[in-house]
C-alpha cells in the first residue's frame, strides 16, 4: 500500500463543475507535488509545495488551483475543465533537507472531463 | 531547457532475455537520477543514483549512473512477463524543484 493517499480514484465531471482531488501523506515529508499523466506520457510537474512555498508550472491553466492546508495535504481544485484534462493525476511527495530523496507516489486519481 | 531522452521507446523480448534500457540527459543542477516502474497506475520506485560508477542492485534489476557522460542503464536478467511494464527515468533537475521525467520504454515481455 502507497503511503501517498489520493481520493478520489476516479472522478467524472462535466465542463462547468468545481471538484476536488485530495492528496494526504504521513511520512513527514515537507514537499509535496502534483504531476499530469496523459496516456502513453510521462508525468508533467503541474505545482509543488516544498519550503512552505508554492511553485507552478507557468504552462498550468488557472482552471487548476492547488492549496494546501498544511504540511500533510496538498489538494488540487478543478473549475471549468475541458475535455483534454481528462488525465491521471499522481500526487507524491519527498523527504527533503537530508540531499536528495525519491518521490513516493500515490495511487492517483483518473479524472474523466465530459 | 531540462532533457531526458530514453531508448529504446519500446522493446519486446521473450522471458528469459536481458535488456538494457537507457537514459540520457542534460540538466543544470543534477542532484539524482531515479528509475521507476509503472504498469497500470502510479509509478513505482526502483533506484536512485547520485555517484557515478556505483551499481545499484536488486534482485534481477540493476543500474548504474555515468556523470561525465550524463547517461545511466537500467539492465533486466532473466526477464519475466511480470517485468512487463513502462520504465520510467527521472531526474532531480533542481534541487528538488522539478523532476523531469523521459518518455518511458514499453517493455512487454512474451512469454
Known amino acids: 500500500d502507497t503511503e501517498v493517499t489520493q481520493t478520489p480514484k476516479h472522478l467524472v465531471m462535466g465542463m462547468t463543475n468545481k471538484k476536488s482531488l485530495k492528496c494526504e501523506q504521513h511520512m513527514g515529508h515537507r514537499a509535496m507535488y502534483w504531476y499530469k499523466q496523459k496516456a502513453k506520457k510521462p508525468p508533467e510537474l503541474m505545482f509543488v509545495?516544498?519550503?512552505?512555498?508554492?511553485?507552478i508550472n507557468e504552462s498550468v491553466p488557472s482552471r487548476f488551483s492547488p492549496e494546501c492546508p498544511n504540511s500533510s495535504l496538498l489538494n488540487l481544485h478543478l473549475h471549468a475543465l475541458q475535455p483534454e484534462d481528462s488525465a491521471l493525476y499522481l500526487c507524491a511527495s519527498r523527504p527533503i533537507g537530508r540531499g536528495t530523496g525519491e518521490l513516493f507516489f500515490g495511487e492517483g486519481s483518473r479524472l474523466t472531463v465530459l | 531547457e531540462d532533457k531526458v531522452v530514453q531508448s529504446p521507446l519500446s522493446l519486446v523480448v521473450h522471458e528469459g532475455d536481458t535488456v538494457t534500457l537507457n537514459c540520457s540527459y542534460e540538466?543544470?543542477?543534477?542532484?539524482?537520477l531515479l528509475w521507476y516502474k509503472q504498469e497500470k497506475k502510479a509509478p513505482t520506485f526502483l533506484f536512485m543514483l547520485t555517484s557515478s560508477g556505483i551499481e545499484k542492485k536488486s534482485g534481477r534489476l540493476s543500474s548504474i549512473l555515468d556523470k561525465k557522460e550524463l547517461f545511466s542503464i537500467l539492465n533486466i536478467t532473466a526477464t519475466q512477463t511480470g517485468d512487463s511494464a513502462v520504465y520510467l527515468c527521472?531526474?532531480?533537475?533542481?534541487?528538488?524543484?522539478?523532476?523531469?521525467f523521459g518518455p518511458g520504454t514499453r517493455l512487454s515481455v512474451l512469454p
Open positions: 540538466v543544470t543542477n543534477f542532484r539524482s
Open positions: 509545495y516544498s519550503y512552505e512555498k508554492l511553485s
Open positions: 527521472a531526474v532531480d533537475a533542481n534541487y528538488g524543484q522539478n523532476f523531469v
